[in-house]
Nanobody
Framework: QVQLQESGPGLVKPSQTLSLTCTVAGESITTSGTYWNWIRQSPGKGLEWMAAITASERIYYSLDFKSRASISRDTSKNQFTLQLSSVTPEDTAVYYC???????????WGQGTQVTVSS
């Protein structure tokens, strides 16, 4: 059974770059047909899909985040990472990583990590 675990800084100052890592256990992130996604939920808002990287290293971004987000992976550690630049308090959210067969269907989730953007 695949398990995902997010890690991040918890608190980030405005204008800084947020870096989040998802460590995957139980399955290789290079498994054919898999998508590895970053999704967030801000206070009072629904889930927002942000970015995905596939097993073959294709990368997809939401138009809402394309200018600020960068997704990458380290296959030696079975991890994938999201960087979000120029953060503002509106980026305060719980950030989740999720596995799926596409960028919009998910079958395994991490527990989420709270990120607060504040000076």
């Amino acid at each position: 059974q695949v398990q995902l675990q997010e890690s991040g800084p918890g608190l980030v100052k405005p204008s800084q770059t947020l870096s989040l890592t998802c460590t995957v256990a139980g399955e290789s992130i290079t498994t054919s047909g898999t998508y590895w996604n970053w999704i967030r939920q801000s206070p009072g808002k629904g889930l927002e899909w942000m970015a995905a990287i596939t097993a073959s290293e294709r990368i997809y971004y939401s138009l809402d985040f394309k200018s600020r987000a960068s997704i990458s992976r380290d296959t030696s550690k079975n991890q994938f990472t999201l960087q979000l630049s120029s953060v503002t308090p509106e980026d305060t959210a719980v950030y989740y990583c999720a596995r799926g067969g596409s960028w919009y269907l998910y079958d395994s989730w991490g527990q989420g990590t709270q990120v607060t953007v504040s000076s």
